[in-house]
């Protein structure tokens, strides 16, 4: 298995560098393997999608649709993968952030009963307490 930074994401995703995508793009889509797969920590999903939103500029929805193409990548092996997929479809259809949605899916999947938060926007997402 081989770590993936947010940046071998981002250029694979967006394409815009004629350098370092052909060089992300080489990686995922020929050197990477699924005995050899390439390791997407939760943490390089959360920095793609910030990358994504603000650097970028994207909607909501494009930002759902690339992290749902690196879901479907078969040489990926994404970190909490089930709860990254949550995490996209509550992005997805603008029930809160992606981040703030992953924090309460990897919570309750530790066995956590509600998150607490003084951010109005996050008690959208089942999970949340206001405080």
């Known amino acids: 298995m081989i770590g993936l930074d947010t940046n071998i994401l981002i250029r694979y995703l967006a394409q815009d560098d004629p350098v ?13 393997t699924p005995k050899s797969p390439g390791f997407v920590s939760v943490v390089a999903m959360v920095e793609t999608v910030w990358v994504l939103d603000r650097a970028y500029g994207l909607s909501a929805q494009e930002i759902a649709m690339a992290i749902e193409r690196l879901l479907q990548v078969e040489v990926l092996a994404i970190e909490n993968e089930q709860e990254v997929f949550t995490a996209m479809v509550a992005l997805k259809r603008r029930r809160g952030s992606f981040a703030d949605a992953l924090i309460t899916e990897l919570g309750t999947r530790t066995g956590c009963t509600r998150t607490l938060t003084f951010d109005r926007k996050a008690i959208r997402l089942p999970g949340f307490e206001l405080v």
């Open 20 to 32: 370092q995508s052909a060089k992300a793009t080489e990686i995922l889509e020929r050197r990477l």
